[in-house]
């Protein structure tokens, strides 16, 4: 198993947020209930889990400035110096097709007053292009929302001709970007990156009003990222990218010489496809010093997913030209991880999980899927414990979005304990006989 999973192991965090002071954490009834989604997202729960996993961060330190809706907020946010915090007040923040925020400073951080992302949204009404354009390092923002851009709500690129690191984006809601929620690109004609940042706890979302801005054949998606190293994505809502003609990007999409990501406890709801590691299969991406996957130029290096939920039961989506591709796919991805993940789809998909190209290798096991797990090429891939053709009545109200396994469920104890991790979705214990999918009996 790719060693990469072992710091999954328990899965602990390893964001910034402050553990001692930490939000409700209550489980919810349902491993993918979505009744209260905004509510849950924006009070620092996690799709489900206990205390720790979305605690609120620790208060700033340093400098903080207080701004209010009636302020400048792109004067202001520019005008921060390294190191301090803008804390915004709970109103709306309305942007115009003039307005772009450049975050240059290393260590600055915009967060919502109230620890509500509802309650702190920052508008591009259709008129702005971006929300905030991340160029620095250490940049964190959490506890507001971004909604109606016309391309992308959050774009991390570094600037100043240097590769940056460490960028947070906590407890955020992105609502209606017309092109990627989240983009994560390179600079400088591709020879700096964004590397080692994180998005934890944050809702993500293309609704019916969203998706009929999307231009250029479906071209939007929730994270997507080129060329970029040691990604943490988890406990995430992810909902809704689709459209009615052309094949949206994933969920979550690392590709173009992705490496080293890790991505769990997401939850994934009627997206076109759920997770994604590499594209294609042509050597266009990063090139990394010590020479990853024997020295091929791969799409994506030792990426793991693990413990995440994907669900589609939408008759739009399904209806659509693509319909659910995928639930989690690879390509060209090098030594790729995929263990203990669910996919469940009241129709069928695709595939619930693909693997193609001469290059894609690694490991998939210990995963739980409504349908089929599919060959479509692939390298060498080591297959165990995979349940495909699981029907509604292995999980305890599939139909609702519950995919807890119900007694008698042939998931239950059929696990590969050589690739498992000791915790499932909502921190729940594995044992030597772990079960099948993201969540143990």
């Known amino acids: 198993m790719n060693t990469l999973i072992l710091s999954l192991l328990g899965l602990a965090c390893s964001g910034a947020q402050d553990t001692d002071t930490p939000a409700d954490s209550e489980g919810r009834d349902s491993a993918t209930d979505t009744a209260d989604t905004a ?68 260590g600055v951080r915009i967060q919502g007053a109230t620890g509500r992302a509802e309650d702190v949204v920052i508008d591009g009404q259709w008129l702005a292009g971006f929300g905030l354009s991340i160029q620095a390092s ?14 992308h709500p959050i774009h991390v690129t570094p600037g100043s001709g240097r590769s940056i690191e460490g960028v947070q984006i906590y407890r955020v809601r992105v609502i209606d970007g017309a092109e990627q929620a989240i983009k994560i690109n390179t600079g400088g004609e591709g020879s700096f990156f964004a590397d080692s940042g994180s998005i934890a706890c944050s809702h993500l979302e293309l609704t019916d009003t969203g998706r009929a801005q999307v231009r250029n ?6 994270v997507d990222a080129h060329q970029a190293q040691g990604w943490e994505i988890r406990d995430n809502h992810i909902e809704g990218f689709w459209c009615e003609s052309g094949l949206s990007e994933h969920g979550v999409h690392f590709w173009r010489g992705g490496r080293d990501t890790q991505v769990f406890r997401n939850v994934l709801v009627n997206n076109a496809r759920g997770i994604g590691f590499g594209l294609g299969s ?32 939408s008759a739009a989506l399904f209806s659509s030209s693509s319909g659910f591709d995928a639930g989690i796919a690879l390509e060209s991805a090098c030594e790729a991880t995929v263990v203990h993940n669910t996919v469940y789809s009241t129709q069928a998909p695709y595939s619930s999980i693909e693997y193609r190209w001469p290059l894609s290798s690694g490991v998939i096991a210990n995963n739980l899927v409504s349908h089929n797990v599919r060959d479509r090429g692939a390298g060498e891939i080591q297959l165990s414990a995979n349940l495909q053709e699981a029907p509604a009545a292995w999980f305890v109200d599939a139909l609702a979005m519950d995919l807890h396994l119900a007694a008698g469920s042939q998931a239950i104890d059929s696990g590969d304990a050589a690739h498992s991790v000791e915790q499932d979705a909502e921190g729940k214990s594995r044992d030597g006989t772990p079960d099948v999918g993201a969540l143990e009996y």
């Open 39 to 106: 509510d849950t997202a924006d009070t620092g729960e996690g799709p489900v889990g206990p205390e720790g996993w979305c605690a609120p961060l620790a208060e700033p330190t340093g400098d903080v400035v207080q701004v209010g809706p009636d302020e400048d907020l792109e004067a202001v946010l520019e005008g921060l110096p390294a190191g301090a915090t803008a804390v915004l007040a709970a109103g709306t923040y309305t942007l115009d097709a003039e307005s772009y925020i450049r975050l240059s400073q290393d």
């Open 138 to 151: 250490n940049v964190v923002v959490s506890d507001l929302t971004l909604q109606r851009f016309y391309y």
């Open 217 to 222: 054949n479906c071209y939007t998606g929730g």
């Open 282 to 313: 042509d050597d266009v991406g990063r090139r990394y010093e010590d020479a990853p996957c024997g020295g091929e130029i791969a799409q994506s290096y030792g990426e793991v997913a693990v413990n995440n939920l994907v669900y589609a039961d």
